[in-house]
């Protein structure tokens, strides 16, 4: 899981990111929620600066939110339930806050799918079955008459 990256390739894509992840990876705010929401469940201080390296490369679209819970239950060493409260009281406290940017950093990457090409992927199905059958595409639900 734990992906090593150079201090190069971290700076680079930090300097990519929107305004408001640039200031929510380096804020002392969400340090503090971090460490407030690590400690609330007991977990040492080795283990909370690996919840704050975590949750920064959510932060920075190197880590995706949905692998988040995962990543803190093999990293940590923790049960499933604990990694998926820390992933849950940090999405509160930190990630839904920034969704829309987080968003934007995984659109256009392998697996994102954005809503108009998914329209339009859409329409070119109806339009090729069209073409196949010469007619509109069969409902199999749909009784004849």
């Known amino acids: ?24 990876v380096f804020s002392e705010k969400n340090n503090k929620l971090v460490e407030k929401i690590c400690a609330d469940i007991g ?7 690996i919840v704050a390296k975590y949750t920064g490369r959510v932060l920075m679209g190197l880590l995706p939110l949905k692998e988040f819970p995962i990543t803190l239950e ?8 604990t ?9 509160l406290a930190i990630f839904k806050y920034l969704r829309v940017s987080m968003d934007k950093l995984h659109e256009g990457k392998e697996g994102h ?3 108009e090409d998914a329209k339009i992927k859409k329409d070119d199905i109806i339009k ?7 007619d509109s595409p ?8």
């Open 1 to 24: 899981m734990d992906q090593e990256y150079t201090k190069e390739f971290f700076w680079k894509t930090y300097e990519k990111l929107p305004e408001d992840l640039k200031e929510a």
């Open 43 to 49: 977990l040492e201080e080795e283990k909370i600066s």
């Open 74 to 81: 093999l990293e940590l060493n923790v049960d499933e339930q």
């Open 83 to 91: 990694a998926n409260k820390i992933a849950r009281e940090l999405n």
């Open 113 to 115: 799918v954005l809503k």
């Open 128 to 134: 090729e079955e069209k073409k196949e059958t010469g």
């Open 138 to 145: 069969k409902d199999p639900y749909r009784e004849t008459f």
